[in-house]
């Protein structure tokens, strides 16, 4: 059975652990502009059923960055489209490449794919998690801040696949999490449970943010609620992620979320601009946090 990373309960602390001193060090050899071809003659296929721009580029630009491939491949122009079953797709991939990235909807639908592939599956976003995000999330906390275990962690807005993703950090990694959203939005009863000790739920944003070492929130529409935007608007708006906010934070707080956003909503335009957001940062982690997850899951390095 390859190993295969559909959240991040795939991965234990240490092993999290090795992948972010991985990362930092491709991330130092990429500034040298010394690449090493570990994943030489290897090929990944990408495969995309909701828009992209930071995983796509990340993940391609990671493999041409260590001498591999990659296969972009999307429903409208593969026969996956055309009702070819997911599992079919699963058993061919693995005929020919040596591994598969997928962007999809259900979860369920990456862990039928993973369990008809010989190949490891990464999940690059389902509904449910949002697995790589987290690595580069995590990464970039602890390059900023040092370890994360033990630190307060407040989410805000929406309990969706990024929000399920920290939740899982949380209980991995040993921090407190604390969510602040509409009840209506809190994350599912199940991931509560998981969460344990590790997660707290709240409808007061200044409480959740207070002494908060980090500050973390997403669109409040993910890819296909779009169509639930006007209703939840006034919902979310207490939640938004402001210099009000921010101030009931640690003094030394930053601030992330995983983009795409959307200033004057989630998030006001001075906090996602100003001097403790470190979003760029973030986002460029994606590239170094993947090559390293690439290495462990092609390579079995790390
Ligand atoms: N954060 C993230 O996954 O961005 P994309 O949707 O652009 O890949
Ligand atoms: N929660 C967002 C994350 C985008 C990277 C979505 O699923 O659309």
Redo the contacts with the bound molecule.
Sequence with gaps: MPRHFLTLADLSAAEIETLIARAMHLKQAFQRRQLQQTCAGRVLALIFE?SST??RVSFETAMAHLGGHSVFLSPRDSQLGRGEPIEDTARVLSKMVDAVMIRTFEHERITRFAEHASVPVING?S?SY?PC?LLADLQTYYELKGPIKGKKVAWFG?G???CNSWINAARIMDFHLHVAGPVACHPSADMVRQGGANLSLGEDPLAAAAASDLIVT??WY??RQEAEAEDKQDLFRPFQVNERLMTSAAPDAIFMH???AYRGAEVSAEVIDGSRSVVWEEAGNRLHAQKALLEFLLEGMG
């Design positions: 909701k930071r995983t976003l509904d949002h995000q929406d969706n696949n990024m997403d669109t993910s890819m995983c983009l795409p």
